[in-house]
């Protein structure tokens, strides 16, 4: 598993307690990081025609690994 700065470990631990607000240690830098390590994906929350589709952030397992290791 690849080592992670602290900031990408405490992004990691929010998204993992359901907070994906974006801000904090979440820039956009990290959560690709973290996305391109395959440690946390979006997920698809709701789609109207008339309105912009949404999403959230999720662990990947891989991602809750990462965390259980922690």
Known sequence: MPN??????????????GDTNGDGP??????RRL???GLIE??????L???MPRSALRLTPTGQAMLRRA
């Not at 979006?42 to 789609?47: A, E, L, N, W």
């Open 4 to 17: 992670l700065l602290p900031s990408e470990m405490e992004c990691l631990r929010r998204i993992g307690r």
């Open 35 to 37: 996305a391109d390590l």
């Open 42 to 47: 979006r997920v698809p929350t709701g789609c």
């Open 26 to 31: 979440c820039t956009d830098v990290v959560l």
């Open 49 to 51: 025609p008339l309105e």
